[in-house]
């Protein structure tokens, strides 16, 4: 049982340490299902967690019970940890996944610059999405002379959460307001 503990303990351990510095070829391998068991999703981050927290308790039980008594508090709190695990902290990051996907909803918004945008630095803009004022970093799309206060500039781009913007033409500002009036 001391073996099958330990070597749960020290698999949980160099995975995790393996999964942080290898996160990104997980990412492109696509190592991820939804396949669940007892309701807990078969993931990588909920594996780990089960498997290093079986191990440890495993390993601190066999010193107080019978080894074949162990294995009962160690696949509980194994569950119980890759579950509050899984709850609260992997659908929180998610969560934030999802809401970059809807900064991408951003693009080709119409956005007022509140911090000038220096020559080839950031500033800052302002804008409106479904009906919340927003603020965000900004760059110029093409380095220019920079951009000034109370500009008037469309979001072209955004990586880094950091929004690429141009300045709004004559043209596509007298458009654009049109476009208001209509939905007015």
């Known amino acids: 049982m001391i073996t099958m503990y330990s070597v749960c303990l020290l698999i949980g351990i160099f995975y995790s340490v393996a999964s942080f510095i290898l996160n990104d070829l997980f990412t492109a391998l696509h190592f991820d299902t939804d396949f669940d ?36 508090p160690a696949i509980f709190l194994g569950y119980v940890f890759a579950r509050l695990l899984y709850n609260f902290v992997y659908l929180k990051l998610k969560s934030y ?41 900004a760059k110029e799309q093409v380095s220019g002379n920079g951009i000034a206060k109370g500009t008037k500039v469309t979001i072209v781009d955004m990586k880094d959460n950091v929004c690429y913007v141009e300045k709004v033409s004559a043209h596509q500002s007298i458009k654009q307001q049109g476009n208001e009036n209509i939905v007015r």
């Open 37 to 72: 068991i007892f309701s807990l999703p078969l993931k990588p981050f909920t594996i780990m967690t089960f498997v290093t927290v079986f191990g440890a308790t495993g390993l601190i039980t066999l010193q107080f019970i019978p080894p074949i008594f162990t294995l009962v």
């Open 97 to 137: 996944e999802t809401e970059t996907s809807k900064e991408r909803d951003a693009l080709s918004l119409e956005a007022e610059v509140v911090e000038k945008i220096l020559p080839g630095s950031f500033g800052k803009i302002s804008y409106i999405m479904d009906g919340n004022t927003l603020s965000a970093p």
